[in-house]
């Protein structure tokens, strides 16, 4: 069974960087696609960034774009999100999650993953 768990999260100020890591134990990663979502109170979960299996293809959000990095060491079984020019907006709880279909790129479709962490709150706030 793949149990996925997240940490790094943090009260911040705008304009700081923050990383985020995912990881896995139960099973090894290279399997799987992964993404990183990320939900408010209130809102609908939104599909931050992903990542495909072995790392050759990944996708973000535009609200991220530019600023997130994902990456993967399948070796370590751990998936990172670099987090740089922080903004308020960003404030969230963060999830991992895993596809376990096979795919050669990833989607940003929180209905197309199965395996869910536990979430890390990030606040950016001055």
């Known amino acids: 069974q793949l149990q996925l768990v997240e940490s790094g999260g943090a009260m911040v100020q705008p304009g700081d960087s923050l990383r985020l890591s995912c990881a896995a134990s139960?099973?090894?990663?290279?399997?799987?696609?992964m993404g990183w979502f990320r939900q408010v109170p209130g809102k609908e979960r939104e599909g931050v960034s992903c990542i495909s299996r072995l790392g050759r293809f990944t996708s973000y959000a535009d609200s991220v774009k530019g600023r997130f990095t994902i990456s993967r060491d399948n070796a370590r079984n751990t998936v990172w999100l670099q987090m740089n020019s922080l903004k308020p907006e960003d404030t969230a709880v963060y999830y991992c999650a895993a596809d376990p279909e096979f795919r050669n790129v990833c989607t940003l479709s929180s209905a197309e993953y199965r395996f869910w962490g536990q979430g890390t709150q990030v606040t950016v706030s001055s």
């Open positions: 139960g099973r090894t990663l290279n399997g799987f696609a």
